[in-house]
């Protein structure tokens, strides 16, 4: 039974991964990141993760609508977390073409500032991954099978030390810093191009 999932997800894979190499930059500058932003409204991100708002939806609807709620709820935290990964893509790749520099420029700023924001990218990536297959399973149990037990969107936020918000919050710092040092004020991105 599970070895259909299996060797289905062994075919896929590396087509998937070839694909997301041949489409990604090679060399992503700051003139290639800006115009491939996605703006999220990171208020609405977290509305949809208080957990005292969700509570306050359990307790004043029925469980039928309260499951409806949260499956709208469910959809439309994929949709920011698809953009804010989206994001983090497209800074990882500008700052590992940055970080590839320093090698050449000697700039330690730059490579510390780099450096940081391609490890926060990776740390939201792959957190990011993992809540969307959290996801995906929570709508499917909701759409398809009678539930017992409602899930609660807000307890995706943290993940032991982890919090997905801050961490997001950071790299928007992150790579408006980087901006500074790498372009000064010719094409600098600022925090609110990604927040």
């Known amino acids: 039974m599970i070895l259909v999932p299996v060797l289905v997800f062994l075919l ?3 087509v998937a991964i070839f694909l997301q190499r041949l489409y990604r930059f090679r060399n992503r500058t700051i003139h290639e990141v800006t115009p491939f932003l996605r703006r999220i409204n990171i208020e609405e991100l977290e509305s949809l993760l208080d957990s005292r708002g969700e509570y306050a939806l359990q307790q004043n609807l029925t469980a039928a609508l309260f499951a409806k709620a949260q499956l709208r709820r469910i959809h439309l935290f994929r949709e920011k977390l698809k953009c804010a990964d989206h994001n983090a893509s497209v ?3 500008w700052a590992v073409y940055e970080l590839d520099r320093t090698y050449v420029t000697h700039d330690d700023q730059v490579r510390t500032n780099a450096a940081c ?7 939201f990536r792959i957190a990011a ?3 969307q297959i959290q996801l995906n399973l929570w709508y499917v149990k909701l ?6 037990r409602i899930p609660f969107l807000s307890c995706l936020r943290t993940i032991d030390s982890f919090d997905l918000l801050d961490c997001y919050r950071q790299l928007a710092e992150k790579a408006a810093a980087l901006s500074s040092v790498t372009s000064g004020e010719s094409c600098r991105l600022n925090c609110a191009d990604l927040l």
Request: with cysteine; proline share 9%.
């Open 143 to 148: 759409a398809l099978l009678p539930v017992r």
């Open 12 to 14: 896929f894979a590396p």
């Open 117 to 123: 924001l391609l490890e926060l990218c990776r740390e």
């Open 129 to 131: 991954f993992w809540i």
């Open 91 to 93: 800074l990882q790749q």
